[in-house]
């Protein structure tokens, strides 16, 4: 889309004069891997190649981490319109995936999966290259053992401690064996003396029968008939943290369980998690979404009885005065056992239609059973239901479509929630590869306009990352989407004291009518799934003006944008 189109539509949507757009700077594809001659390859789409990415403000040096790559690589962008790639790291089987990275004064912190994801995963350290030291690869400081599956890294501001999100996701160890790890969170101090301290915190207090066990925090693999799997699972096991923020005064780290659909709390100085918190479901009865992929188009209807599960995934925090404020992305998460992968199959969520028989409200259940309203859409088959009857009273679909705002002092309900507006700023800015989805299996045929609406019926406009920033006196929001690999940038007013994010624009990156598989080979396919946005404010950024990188793990490829302040001069 040009910026003409986007001006009139800002002038439509009636944002007053003044207002702050994403101008794009540059695009690096990112090779999927090496071949046997240490050459790169360029494998195609989906193939997470560019999974997250961590920037030193100090070198101007964005280091992007891509998992089945096992690569690191080093990217200057002290021009970022001409980003150069300096070197790549190579991470060996044993050392594992990477999956997370952070920077904090001249370190860089990375998150390896093992290969088999159930066994005990590790952090490594290496020291920040040194612009013009002509260093080709980083520098190993050390590595400690975290726990299976880790997910998220974040520092704190000071740099002093790093938490780690370890994920403990369910599957088959070498022995071909189902086991489920429990998720956990390990907090590294003082990595920097050389005799770090490593504290593994557990959910084990939230177990059935324990102190902290709560019965509003929805545990899916609880729910597997014994038919399917015959052994215990506990709550320690279920809870899956995903992705970590930590407040500016070091104090405390929130991490999301995303298919739990809450928030744990975890008190750095402690070492505790002193609560987890069950997110409220949202409520679609006044809300348009577009639910279906057989409704001939882009249709934003009103259905009663709809909810969801907000079930974020990334997050980030923020500060108006002394109060504290998280942003969630709320993306949704289905859980899915397989034969592969478990040695069993079982999801926690049906196709509408299917379980219309199950429904006892009448009018619901005719929505239901109609391909063009709610038939279509995947529900959860573990919440809705009437505890006597046990029939669907209402249904529940996966993730917010949106982001919400929530004060960390009463998180009983959002301050804030994007409601149905993603989808309808896509349909009116970019309605041709409106929830657009790619599809390997016919990718060398079907464009981004051919898949419009394939994404309606699963996590429609789904968030997938988040960040905030305070730039100079202004707080910039942005949002990445999934499917449809879309940016949107927020500045958000907190002069009430409440944060009132305003939208300032919309921008999806790639062309849309030429089949998939051409548009990453031409690299015009854009920011597809969304894995990371970090924004660089003015003070860091080597141009002296606001900055937002992109990775994205459907493109394998990494965007550097600039957030751009529209505000005429008037003399
Ligand atoms: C069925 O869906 C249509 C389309 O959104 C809506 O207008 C209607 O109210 C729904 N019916 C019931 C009984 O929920
Ligand atoms: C920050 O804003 C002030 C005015 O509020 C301005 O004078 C200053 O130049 C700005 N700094 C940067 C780095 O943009």
């Known amino acids: 889309m040009n910026t003409l189109l986007l001006v009139l539509g800002i002038t439509y949507l009636h944002v007053t004069m003044g207002y702050t757009s994403l101008k794009p700077l540059s695009y690096v594809q990112l090779p999927t891997g090496l071949?046997?001659?240490?050459?790169?390859?360029?494998?195609?789409?989906?193939?997470?190649?560019?999974?997250?990415?961590?920037?030193d403000h100090v070198n101007s040096?964005?280091?992007?981490?891509?998992?089945?790559?096992?690569?690191m690589h080093a990217i200057d962008i002290i021009n970022p319109a001409k980003p150069v790639r300096l070197f790549k790291h190579k991470f060996t089987i044993g050392e594992g995936v990477p999956l997370a990275i952070a920077i904090c004064g001249g370190e860089i912190a990375v998150a390896l999966s093992a290969q088999t994801d159930t066994n005990e995963g590790h952090v490594r350290f290496y020291r920040t290259y040194t612009r013009n030291s002509g260093a080709n690869d980083v520098f190993l400081d050390g590595y400690v053992t975290v726990g299976s599956r880790p997910r998220d890294i974040k520092y704190t501001p000071d740099c002093n401690i790093v938490v780690v999100s370890n994920e403990g996701s369910a599957g088959k160890d070498e022995g071909g064996a189902y086991v489920d790890p429990e998720g956990s969170v390990?907090?590294?101090?003082?990595e920097k003396t050389g005799n770090p301290s490593?504290?593994?915190?557990?959910?084990?207090?939230?177990?059935?029968?324990?102190?902290?066990?709560?019965?509003?925090?929805?545990?899916?693999?609880?729910?597997?008939?014994?038919s399917v799997y015959s052994g215990d699972t506990t709550v320690a096991q279920d809870l899956e943290p995903e992705q970590v923020t930590i407040t500016s005064d070091s104090r405390t780290?929130?991490?999301?369980?995303?298919?739990?659909?809450?928030?744990?709390?975890?008190?750095?100085?402690?070492?505790?998690?002193?609560s987890v918190t069950a997110l409220p479901r949202k409520n679609w009865q006044y809300t348009g979404v577009d639910v279906s992929d057989r409704d001939g188009g882009v249709h934003r209807r009103i259905f009663p009885g709809l909810q969801s599960l907000r079930?974020?995934?990334?997050?980030?925090?923020?500060?108006?005065?002394?109060?504290?404020?998280?942003?969630t992305a709320d993306a949704g998460g289905i859980k899915e056992y397989t034969a592969a992968k478990h040695g069993f199959a079982w999801s926690d969520s049906a196709i509408a239609k299917t379980i219309a028989a199950q429904i006892e409200v009448p009018g619901l259940k005719v929505n239901a059973s109609n391909d063009e309203y709610l038939g279509r859409l995947f529900i959860s088959t573990v919440d809705g239901k009437n505890a006597f009857t046990g029939l669907y009273s209402h249904l529940e679909m996966f993730g917010g479509r949106g982001f919400s705002i929530w004060d960390t002092s009463n998180m009983q309900a959002p301050v804030f929630d994007t409601e149905g507006t993603l989808e309808e700023y896509m349909e009116s800015f970019y309605k041709p590869v409106f929830n657009t989805d790619y599809v390997k299996a016919t990718a060398t045929y079907t464009s981004p306009e051919m898949n419009r609406d394939f994404a309606s019926e699963y996590q429609?406009?789904?968030?997938?990352?988040?960040?905030?920033?305070?730039?100079?006196?202004?707080?910039l929001m942005v949002a990445g989407t999934w499917s449809t690999g879309t940016l949107f940038l927020y500045t958000v007013d907190t002069s009430s004291g409440q944060p009132i994010p305003q939208f300032q624009a919309i921008y999806r990156a790639g062309n849309t009518d030429e089949p998939w598989a051409d548009l990453y080979t031409q690299k015009t396919v854009g920011?597809?799934?969304?894995?990371?946005?970090?924004?660089?404010?003015?003070?860091k950024s080597p141009v002296d003006r606001p900055l937002l990188y992109v990775t994205s793990s459907g493109a394998g490829a990494v965007s550097v944008y600039e957030i751009v302040d529209e505000t005429p001069n008037i003399p």
Do not use: W
Request: no cysteine; proline share 4%.
């Open 35 to 55: 071949n046997s001659a240490g050459g790169e390859v360029f494998g195609g789409l989906d193939l997470k190649a560019s999974e997250a990415a961590a920037f």
């Open 61 to 71: 040096i964005l280091y992007v981490i891509g998992s089945t790559s096992h690569l």
């Open 186 to 190: 390990t907090i590294i101090q003082g």
């Open 198 to 226: 490593v504290r593994l915190v557990d959910f084990l207090d939230f177990n059935i029968g324990q102190p902290n066990y709560n019965m509003q925090i929805r545990t899916p693999s609880l729910y597997i008939p014994k």
């Open 253 to 274: 780290a929130y991490v999301t369980l995303r298919e739990n659909n809450a928030i744990a709390r975890v008190n750095l100085r402690t070492s505790e998690i002193p």
């Open 311 to 327: 079930q974020p995934g990334a997050l980030a925090s923020f500060e108006i005065g002394n109060k504290k404020f998280l942003v």
């Open 460 to 475: 429609g406009a789904h968030v997938s990352s988040i960040d905030v920033a305070d730039n100079n006196g202004t707080v």
């Open 527 to 539: 920011d597809l799934y969304i894995s990371d946005v970090g924004i660089i404010t003015s003070d």
